[in-house]
């Protein structure tokens, strides 16, 4: 649904610019790992799409507010760093598939790189719930850019931190540190967000220890509601056939193992459809 | 008093000009989760092929000033899983449907339209002349009148009667009206431009092209004034041919400026992308307008504005026989 939102809060965390909208309906409907697109410029903007960020935090105030955090890329994000209270801000969400959750009280660990990180904590107020043990592990370039240690700490069993210039936790990329955090904790499943690489990485630790990864991509969308085909990546089915699938539909939450990274920006040999399987006439 | 919204596509009646652009609604079913799609003049498909495709490598847009480039490449299921799973869909909801159909020699278009003559739901038939031409080193058949009136006569004598051919245009040709003539001499019923014109992006952080295929097509406001001057072109040397004006429709004033220059209903494609009401909202829009200037039927406005210089504006001439007791 569409929301005409108003701005209630906006702080910097970090190296990281949130902002908490007034979205009844969205935050209602709300499940972990959705995401809301934004328009960006105001009324008579150049700019004409929708940002797509994911949904860091939700409370029941106002009727319902969502927070949003998130890095300044170009000129969108720009443009929504300058957002002040009571400013409006048009949203269209809840959007995507959200994290498949377990039925059992199991091991998890969350990882996330970079802003990536922000969608982990729906996640793991829902792991809780549960009765699921939660472990954290973030990490960013540097210590400004690890977001939401502080949070992670009093939420999980543990937190591991790591940044690339070992300006707080371990030096390093999160990857680095997976294989002990999942050892450690005895993980039974791991959840991720962040950058196609740290995904693609954190999948084969995962299929190394033999156990499921839930990731959530991103993939630059033009509508963010599976009309326009801009955003797909290489997906296998369960019929074990690769297929070129929407990640704001279908996605942005895949099973990481399913999920042909090498082959994101291009079109397997051996995806439905792919030229010269059958379907030559180019277009 | 109610604008009367009701338009003809040949000889179809939709009851409001207001249709989404082919390949910017998907199957539909996405779309319904915003609205109903009733509420439609027409849906249009995304364009189908024979086989399914699988489309273009990503990086597959770029947004540009006032518009976008694609590249999606007709990325689709094919004619088999669209008549399994698509069409049947929309049919049994009874929505209005426009099936684009995409091809890359005489023969395929063919078959896609013998697969398409017996199915239940088609409103009419869209013809996307903007695909390369393989038997002519890829140059797309909407560049030459020759190769898309080929097309044109081949589906329209394959096609049941009552479906109407509507041949779909690209803008960056050398001369708009001799291809639509063509088209119109082969049998299409009507007409719809514009689709994308070719542009293109580079990363200047990458310092590469910003798609993965180079080149992309340009839609968005950035066009709408290349449809209009097309709508307006074609309209003046065929009077007589129903238009569908496609283009950099956002708000129902850009609608409304097709519909002057000559077009009888109007396509929506990236301001969908923007806003998933899109279509409601500027139809509503545009009722307002043809309202607040005196119409009582979209019909008297279409192409009104090619009317000679120095005949009277029509609001004026409205208001002063409202003011009349
Ligand atoms: C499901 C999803 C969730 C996301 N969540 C967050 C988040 O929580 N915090 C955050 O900081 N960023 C997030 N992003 C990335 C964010 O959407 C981009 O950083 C943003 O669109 C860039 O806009 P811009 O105008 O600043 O940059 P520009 O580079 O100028 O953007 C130009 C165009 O490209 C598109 N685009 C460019 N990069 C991306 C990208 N990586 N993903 C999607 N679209 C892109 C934009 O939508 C826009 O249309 C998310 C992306 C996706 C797909
Ligand atoms: C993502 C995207 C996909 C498109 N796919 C098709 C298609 O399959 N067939 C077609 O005839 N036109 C296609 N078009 C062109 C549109 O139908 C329309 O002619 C063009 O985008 C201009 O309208 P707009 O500015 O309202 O989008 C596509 C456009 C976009 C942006
Ligand atoms: S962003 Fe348009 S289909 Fe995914």
């Known amino acids: 649904m569409q929301v005409t ?38 009324a008579r903007t150049s700019m004409i799409t929708r940002r797509a960020l994911t949904v860091h935090d939700v409370k029941p105030d106002y009727g319902g507010t969502v927070e949003l955090v998130f890095t300044v890329r170009g000129p969108g994000t720009a443009w929504l760093a300058e957002r002040r209270a009571r400013d409006t801000l048009d949203l269209v969400g809840p959007l995507g598939r959200p994290f498949p959750l377990p039925r059992d009280p199991v091991h998890c660990v969350l990882v996330g790189a970079e802003y990536g990180s922000a969608v982990l904590f729906p996640v793991a107020d829902a792991l809780l719930e549960r009765g699921c043990r939660v472990d954290f592990l973030l990490g960013g370039a540097g210590a400004e850019r690890v977001f939401g240690a502080m949070r992670a700490r009093r939420m999980a069993e543990t937190t591991t931190l790591t940044t690339e210039d070992g300006s707080l936790g371990l030096r390093g990329k999160v ?35 033999d156990i499921p990864v839930q990731v959530a991509v991103e993939e630059a969308m033009a509508c963010g509601i599976g009309v326009c085909m801009t955003c797909v990546i290489p997906v296998i089915g369960d019929d074990g056939v690769t297929r070129m699938v929407r990640a704001c539909a279908e996605g942005p939450v895949f099973r990481g193992e399913r999920v042909r990274f090498e082959d994101v920006g291009t079109i397997p040999f051996d995806a439905l459809g792919a030229p010269g399987g059958g379907a030559r006439h180019a277009g | ?36 799609l009733h509420r439609l003049g027409a849906l249009a498909t995304r364009s189908i092929t024979m086989a399914p495709r699988a489309g273009r490598p990503t990086p597959r847009m770029a947004e540009t000033p006032s518009g976008m480039l694609n590249a999606v490449g007709l990325q689709g299921p094919g004619i088999d899983a669209f008549l399994e799973r698509e069409l049947p ?34 409103t009419a038939l869209e013809v996307n002349l ?46 708009i009206v001799s291809v639509a003539r063509a088209c119109v001499d082969a049998g299409a019923d009507a007409l719809s431009m514009i689709n994308n014109p070719l542009g293109m992006a580079i990363d200047t952080e990458a310092l590469r092209p910003a798609l993965a295929a180079v080149t992309g097509g340009l839609s968005g406001p950035a066009v709408l004034p290349l449809a209009v001057r097309c709508v307006w072109q074609v309209h003046a040397a065929l009077p007589g041919v129903p238009l569908i004006g496609v ?11 097709l519909i002057l220059a000559g077009a009888c209903a109007v396509g929506v494609g990236t301001a969908l992308f923007h806003d998933p009401y899109a279509c409601l909202r500027i139809e509503r829009e545009l009722e307002d307008l043809l309202e607040a200037r005196g119409f009582q039927r979209l019909a008297d406005a279409v192409g009104l504005a090619h009317r000679p210089p120095g005949s009277a504006p029509r609001h004026l001439l409205v208001d002063s026989e409202e003011s009349s007791p």
């Open chain 2, 130 to 175: 903007s695909c390369p031409n393989i038997e002519d080193r890829g140059r797309v058949f909407a560049r030459e009148g020759s190769a898309a009136a080929e097309v044109i006569a081949s589906v329209r004598s394959i096609m049941r009667y009552d479906v109407p051919v509507v041949a779909k245009l690209a803008p960056d040709v050398a001369d």
């Open chain 1, 5 to 42: 939102g108003t701005v209630l809060t906006t702080r910097r965390v970090d190296a990281y610019h949130a902002l908490t909208v007034v979205a009844p309906g969205i935050a209602e409907r709300h499940r972990p790992g959705h995401f809301v697109s934004v328009a960006v410029g105001g």
């Open chain 2, 89 to 122: 869909w929309l049919a049994q909801r009874g929505i209005r449907t426009i099936v684009s159909i995409g091809g890359g020699t005489v023969a395929e278009y063919s078959e896609l339209a013998r697969r398409l003559a017996d199915a239940p739901g088609v």
């Open chain 1, 175 to 209: 990857t680095d540190a997976l294989p002990s955090v999942i050892a450690d904790t005895r993980a039974d499943v791991v959840y991720a967000c962040g950058p196609m690489e740290t995904l693609r990485a954190v999948t084969a630790v995962a299929i190394e220890f």
């Open chain 2, 247 to 257: 283009g950099g429709v956002m708000t129902g004033r850009d609608a409304f400026q």
């Open chain 2, 1 to 36: 008093m109610s604008v009367d919204m009701r338009t003809f596509l040949a000889h179809v009646e939709l009851a409001n000009p207001i249709t989404t652009a082919a390949g910017c609604a998907s199957s539909g079913r996405e779309l319904a989760q915003f609205f109903d």
